[in-house]
């Protein structure tokens, strides 16, 4: 049986089944390559010998069970759509029509970040199919402690990554919750002894208990509740565009739970940020390797998410002519009250499955095995709603924080990890020509002189062609860097600091 050639080499196995001489022996063409392994990548004690196919059908179904088990199992292409389009359609589409863009402004900063959304997303892909890993945390790994005699590296890295992305899950559902409340609390009486703040944030994490409870983004649960969720947002544009067009346009919520960054462009700039982008890919292949050659199942996922993209353009960017901060009348207040019922619902339904998909805390194993009680997903879900009641000034800056490391994780992560794994790293694999030529080598034939500086010929412009567009690559991805990711930071510290 043939061996599939290795995804980590830059050149196909056809250069050397050519029926000639190996350019080990000699052959004088400079057409001929050779692949040389990464030594830190290839113990002396590897074994090449052919595996069979009961032994690699094995390690499929090994690595289908981990995916099957894991929070985002393999999904079906309708609900990978749902969860690429989710998170723009969330808290930063309803601050659009108030976060005070001129509507030129407003229409080029959402085509703008709509497509460095996509962008990134690009990234995440590419990534996932040079290391051939199917999340965050074995990407990163990969790029920063590949290799042998690494593993205290690995493990602090993956707790780092874990907390990471553990906080950022949590403060976002936390900020999910406590805007759903803001949004209702002026609808509700305010004349018992407990706050009605706290009162109403209880009842809302009571009615999605339920929903998080399940184990993964594949419970019919949450797959309802997301498109719930998709659902009240169009609900609630529809109450939007019919208040600008009577001219009764006011602000969703309070925004006192908001701090100082959420206006202008941060606010265009949070609502395309991505989550799930690598996991939901190797959910819609149905396998953790996401450099399994399935052509049609890699366009799909393309196709998917430029066109969440499209469809989050069209939800979003009428909110840029949108004016929320003078209208001529108020509202009616059955209008006013629908809006903010389906804005709620519409946050509100998007938190279990951000929770769901948050790391599970360190708890020791022996209280582990003491009970089959899910302590770290009760704890997870304690926090989240502590977080969401804390008093308005602490919210301000929580939610600053949301916005940094969604903006980070989103633009900032995906562009660094690339120039770093493909420009400061030891390549997978290195092709290199041959040594000085053997002088005992047969020669060529005429013809074969011919075909030879044919392929030659043809080899050189596809090299061109791949030039050109690594280097259009390289600049887009340093442009979405350095001015980009960078300058946003540096002017959200400013911002924060009172600098400008």
């Not at 941060?266 to 819609?284: E, I, R």
């Not at 301000?396 to 794994?421: C, E, N, Q």
């Not at 997978?428 to 392929?455: F, H, K």
């Amino acid at each position: 049986m043939s061996r599939p050639s290795s995804p980590r080499s830059s050149t196909s196995s056809d250069s050397f089944a050519s029926g000639r001489q190996s350019p080990l022996n000699g052959f004088d063409s400079s057409a001929a390559l050779i692949l040389v392994p990464d030594a830190e990548e290839t113990p002396a004690s590897t074994s090449f010998d052919f595996s069979s196919d009961d032994e690699a059908e094995e390690q499929s179904d090994l690595a289908l069970e981990r995916l099957r088990s894991s929070p985002i199992p393999p999904l079906s292409s309708l609900s990978v759509f749902l969860y690429l389009l989710a998170p723009y359609l969330k808290l930063g589409a309803f601050i659009v029509p108030e976060a005070g863009l001129q509507s030129k402004v407003g229409l080029f900063a959402v085509l703008v970040f709509a497509a460095l959304s996509a962008f990134t997303r690009q990234i995440w892909y590419m990534l996932a199919r040079y290391v051939r890993r199917s999340d965050l945390e074995e990407i990163v790994l990969e790029t920063f402690a590949r290799g042998r005699g690494k593993e205290r590296r690995r493990a602090v890295l993956r707790q780092l990554i874990r907390l990471a992305v553990g906080s950022l899950r949590v403060l976002t559902a936390a900020l999910y919750l406590r805007f759903s409340v803001d949004s209702l609390l002026p609808f509700l009486p305010d004349v018992l002894v407990v706050p009605s703040r706290l009162i109403t944030t209880l009842v809302l994490a009571a009615f999605i208990a339920p929903l998080y409870s399940a184990r993964s983004l594949g419970s019919r649960g949450v797959i309802y509740a997301s498109w719930l969720s998709l659902s009240a947002y169009a609900a609630w544009f529809s109450c939007t565009a019919y208040m600008h067009a009577a001219g009764t346009l006011m602000p969703v919520a309070d925004s006192a739970t908001l701090g100082k960054l959420w206006q202008g462009l941060p606010v265009v700039a949070f609502t395309f940020t991505t989550w799930w982008t690598v996991p939901l890919y190797a959910s819609l292949k149905g396998t953790v390797q996401p450099t399994t050659p399935k052509p049609r199942r890699s366009r799909s996922f393309k196709l998917l998410s430029v066109l969440s993209v499209a469809v989050a353009i069209a939800f979003i960017l009428p909110l840029a002519f949108f004016d929320a901060s003078a209208p001529s009348q108020p509202p009616t207040a059955s209008v006013k009250t629908t809006a903010a019922l389906f804005s709620a619902a519409s946050l509100l339904f998007s938190i279990p499955s951000i929770l769901i998909t948050t790391p599970a805390l360190s708890i020791p194993v022996s209280i582990r095995r003491a009970t089959n009680f899910p302590l770290s997903k009760v704890l997870i879900y304690l926090i989240t709603i502590f977080l969401s009641v804390l008093p308005a000034y602490i919210a301000r800056v929580g939610s600053d924080v949301v916005l940094i490391l969604t903006f980070l994780s989103t633009y900032v992560v995906p562009a660094f990890l690339h120039i770093t794994i493909h420009n400061f790293r030891r390549p997978l694999s290195i092709v290199v020509p041959p040594a000085t030529p053997n002088p005992g080598a047969p020669r060529l034939e005429p013809s074969d002189s011919r075909n030879d500086e044919l392929l030659q010929r043809k080899e050189r412009t596809l090299q061109r062609r791949r030039l050109g567009r690594r280097l259009i690559w390289d600049i887009a991805v340093w442009v979405l860097l350095v001015p980009i990711g960078g300058g946003g930071l540096v002017w959200a510290v400013g911002r924060v600091g009172d600098k400008w």
